[in-house]
């Protein structure tokens, strides 16, 4: 950690602001100052902090959040080993994701629980945020690239199991609402202060609304201290049937739920699991702060092409694409959360609310709203120096220059 006082001078983007005649100050591991140039000249500490140049046409924006991460750099969290892991999350922190859950996949009861011990180390020494378990609670018909031999309905004996196991590290858990015991997984993740994600799901619609507004009541009802109030949904679109107009499923449900801020809607905008024009539409129809920006990355992420395991699951990537090597379904992405909100920004996105997505929304889901995702007096001094063009020019965690 540096103990050396810092000014940047440029564009700053936060919580859906844009001062262009900005200034960050950096004190040690926490911003002193984020506002306009000309008041931090009155400051009389002004000239204590080294300028620190940057070039013309730089933007600030906060670290990137990101609430579904399956790995990086050949690591895949659902069979971690330590050594791998500190190198993926060195990687996805140099590329801008300086907060993260790491995701689990639908795997053996005992490796699911094994992989949630280590995390929770990473997670005791700041290096992650949490867990996020992505089953094993899901539909079958809509599985994707979860492994189908160990999907169950919901059960009691293993959250407490998963829970324990996590040190008081979970933070979302996925989970079909059709499955028989779904409201009283919510009633148990809420209890845990686990916050509830729909997805991987074939029911209707209104079975669909019907749960988020439970889960919604439930986590109202909790009060979990410094914690959303709003269930969320895993990867909108995906895992899902489609949008049918006679029949109009999930993501008809989890739109209006969200148009309606009862949940948040995750969305994977990397051009492969969403057509740009359904993610500009989502914006357009539920507002940027209904919605969490996610990479889904798995271990080929920072990687090439070439054979990679998801789980228990092998996967193949081809052109950047993951797919399962059994049936060719998705099986999550290969890009950073900068560059899914470099993708959603090209979709046509305004830049300052594909960074409220991407930071200030999904810290406030996991009870950092006071801590990250913001430019602020007090908060981590976790920010990204990004070009014209949006490309990362510097990643800072902590104060530190990665």
Do not use: W
């Not at 940057?54 to 399956?70: E, M, R, Y």
């Not at 740009?276 to 798995?298: E, F, H, I, K, Q």
């Amino acid at each position: 950690m540096t103990s050396t006082r810092y000014a940047l001078f440029a564009t700053l983007i936060s919580d859906g602001l844009k001062v262009t005649d900005g200034v960050l100050a950096v004190d040690g591991d926490r911003i002193i100052f984020a506002g306009n140039k000309d008041d931090f000249a009155a400051r009389p500490d002004a000239a204590d902090y080294e300028v620190r140049e940057l070039a013309s046409g730089a933007t600030i924006i906060p670290g990137l959040v990101d609430l579904h991460n399956h790995g990086a750099l050949g690591a895949d969290f659902s069979a971690p080993d330590h050594s791998s892991i500190t190198d993926a999350l060195e990687f996805l922190h140099r590329s801008g994701t300086t907060t993260l859950l790491a995701s689990l996949v639908t795997a053996e009861p005992r490796s699911m629980l094994e992989a949630a011990e280590l995390l929770a180390e990473f997670a005791e020494s700041g290096a992650i945020a949490g867990i996020h378990a992505e089953g094993p609670f899901l539909s079958e018909a809509r599985c994707g690239a979860q492994d189908p031999r160990f999907l169950q309905s919901p059960d009691p004996d293993f959250v407490t199991e998963l829970v324990a196991a996590s040190r008081g590290q979970l933070r979302t858990m996925t989970y079909a609402p059709e499955l028989e015991g779904s409201e009283e997984l919510i009633e148990q993740l809420v209890s845990h202060g686990v916050i509830p994600s729909l997805g991987h799901t074939n029911a209707s619609a209104e079975v669909t609304a019907d749960s988020l507004r439970y889960a919604r009541e439930e986590l109202r009802s909790a009060g979990v201290d410094g914690f959303t109030e709003r269930p969320t949904v895993t990867h909108l679109f995906n895992g899902m049937p489609p949008l049918h107009h006679r029949e109009p499923g999930p993501v008809a449900a989890c739109l209006e739920e969200a148009a309606n801020r009862n949940a948040f809607v995750e969305l994977i905008s990397d051009g492969v699991h969403l057509s740009p024009d359904t993610v500009r539409m989502v914006y357009r129809l539920v507002g940027a702060d209904n919605v969490l920006l996610v990479s889904d990355s798995m271990a080929a992420t920072g990687l090439a092409d070439g054979e990679y395991s998801l789980g228990p699951q092998q996967v193949n990537v081809i052109d950047a694409q993951a797919r399962l090597a059994s049936d060719n379904s998705l099986a999550g992405g290969t890009s950073t959360l900068l560059q899914i909100l470099q993708q959603a920004v090209a979709a046509g996105v305004p830049l300052v609310q594909a960074v409220s997505s991407a930071t200030s929304v999904p810290a406030s889901l996991i009870g950092l709203a006071d801590e990250v995702g913001s430019l602020h007096y007090g908060f981590a001094a976790d920010a990204l120096v990004l070009d014209e063009d949006l490309q990362l020019v510097q990643t800072i965690r902590k104060g530190e220059f990665l």
